[in-house]
């Protein structure tokens, strides 16, 4: 596999794992117990840091590649960059929604809940399209040329999370993945 696609196979991964927390917290919540609305923040903070810096602009280098190829379902990869836009209002609308609690502002949990969960169904439903169509086309697209010009123009930032940690960003969220993290 080209290292560029092994690099986002493995982010995949790791974003299933931040979702099942995400899941787990939104859970607590629901049920009335406070969460560790900090680490929540936190792991919003780095779901839309890292997915915007890096991996959203590498996806985007292949999608566009495949697309100026001729391949003649654009549809599927037009949904995927267009959805690149909306998972990130998402996210920004549930931070708001979180801020507003922490705030004291008057909302209603259910709907807080509500932007949480449409958050997570969002980025998996995203996710899935990637893994069982989009991925599996590119790479019996793309020339080995194409992958080393992906691969040159693609952010080259490591994750702050499971990769090179920012032990003062993301303090919070390594903590959980601490044992997981440098997998
Ligand atoms: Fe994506
Ligand atoms: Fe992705």
């Not at 979702?19 to 792991?43: A, I, K, N, Q």
């Amino acid at each position: 596999m080209h290292p560029v696609m092994t690099r986002l196979a493995k982010d995949h991964l790791r974003l299933v794992k931040v979702l099942d927390l995400f899941e787990t917290l939104l859970d607590r919540f629901h049920d009335g117990t406070e969460p560790d609305y900090h680490l929540m923040s936190e792991m919003l903070e780095y779901m839309e840091d890292y997915s915007e810096s890096v991996h959203h602009p590498t996806e985007e280098l292949i999608f566009e590649r495949v697309l100026a190829s001729g391949y003649e379902r654009r549809d599927v990869f037009d949904v995927l960059i267009r959805q690149h836009a909306v998972l990130g209002q998402l996210n920004r609308r549930f931070r708001q929604s979180l801020d507003g609690i922490l705030h004291e502002a008057v909302l209603l949990r259910e709907d807080v809940e509500a932007h949480g969960r449409e958050l997570i169904a969002a980025l998996r439903a995203h996710q899935r399209l990637e893994d069982e169509e989009a991925f599996p086309i590119a790479l019996e697209r793309l020339t080995d040329d194409d992958w080393m010009a992906v691969e040159a123009a693609a952010p080259t930032r490591d994750d702050p999370v499971f990769g090179t940690p920012d032990p003062v960003r993301y303090h919070a969220l390594y903590a959980c993945f601490a044992s997981e993290a440098r997998d």
